[in-house]
């Protein structure tokens, strides 16, 4: 008997940790960064960018573009020439990191690096397109928040596949 006593407890316990992980599990989308507390409107002096402040020079226009303009999981590819001009833009309003593949002597990074685009309400990077092949670019963060306030933990995550011919 109380080998049955004991089943029926870990069936009682099993299907409590089912019945809680269920619950838990759920599709959540992340919201615009001005419809969550503590998260700020980016701007020249708040902003997510590697390099807070447009550049001093008139950038020329990219050959290549790659956009990824919410917060969620976002994922593009495109092929560019040897010698053209890849431009990734993101949303100023996540502090991202670049997550390049060893593969940086294929996409060499411009100066200044992730800098602000006030205009848009951009984080943009140049690379230079030097020789053939496939790169992978993987860019992730968490939003840009004011200081003293709660901030999600929300993620978001772009990534790009370049191929140079």
Known sequence: MARRKRGFIFA???A?????ALISCGSSSAPASGNVQGVVTPSADLNGCFTPHIPIDKRPKADVTLTAGGTGSQSQSATAQIGQTVEVRLTAGVKWKLNQSDQA??????????WFDGDHLQCVWDFAAAAKGKVDLSFSGGFVCATGKP???LAATADFTVTIS
């Open 12 to 14: 009682r316990y099993l």
């Open 105 to 114: 002597t294929l996409l060499q990074p411009g100066t200044p690096f992730g």
């Open 16 to 20: 409590v940790m089912i019945g809680c």
């Open 151 to 153: 901030c999600p933990t």
